[in-house]
Nanobody, 125 residues
Framework: VQLQASGGGLVQPGGSLRLSCAASGIPSSSSTMGWFRQAPGKVREFVSARRSNGATYYASSVKDRFTISRDRTSNTVYLQMNNLTPEDTAVYYC????????????????????WGQGTQVTVSS
């Protein structure tokens, strides 16, 4: 299984970015994909997740600003990030699990067997 994250960069506060995570070796029909982020000196935290059935989950800090979506054909998951703030600055990681977990567990790193390499998002004026 390989996860290739891309789309990070430098953006001004209030701006937008779209992250992509291309997955291979894991079926889109039965896997859950997630996004996490890690700022310097902080623990990795949950951002969003999407089950294969379309159910989505968001951290309260990004709800109504970020949207997770998935293209099953290309097995790519996207994270559209709007109205970015400096507090969103972090390395963003995509992750995947082929197992079924309860919603609460998906907001932790434990269920995810596979991780991408991370992409840097910097929000600064």
């Amino acid at each position: 299984v390989q996860l290739q994250a891309s789309g990070g960069g430098l953006v001004q506060p209030g701006g937008s970015l779209r992250l992509s995570c291309a997955a291979s070796g894991i079926p889109s029909s039965s896997s859950t994909m997630g996004w996490f982020r890690q700022a310097p000196g902080k623990v990795r935290e949950f951002v969003s997740a999407r089950r294969s059935n379309g159910a989505t989950y968001y951290a309260s800090s990004v709800k109504d600003r970020f949207t997770i979506s998935r293209d099953r054909t290309s097995n790519t998951v996207y994270l559209q990030m709007n109205n970015l703030t400096p507090e969103d600055t972090a390395v963003y990681y995509c992750a995947a699990t082929g197992r079924d977990w309860i919603a609460g567990a998906l907001e932790t790193t434990r269920p995810y067997e596979y991780w991408g390499q991370g992409t840097q998002v910097t929000v600064s004026s």
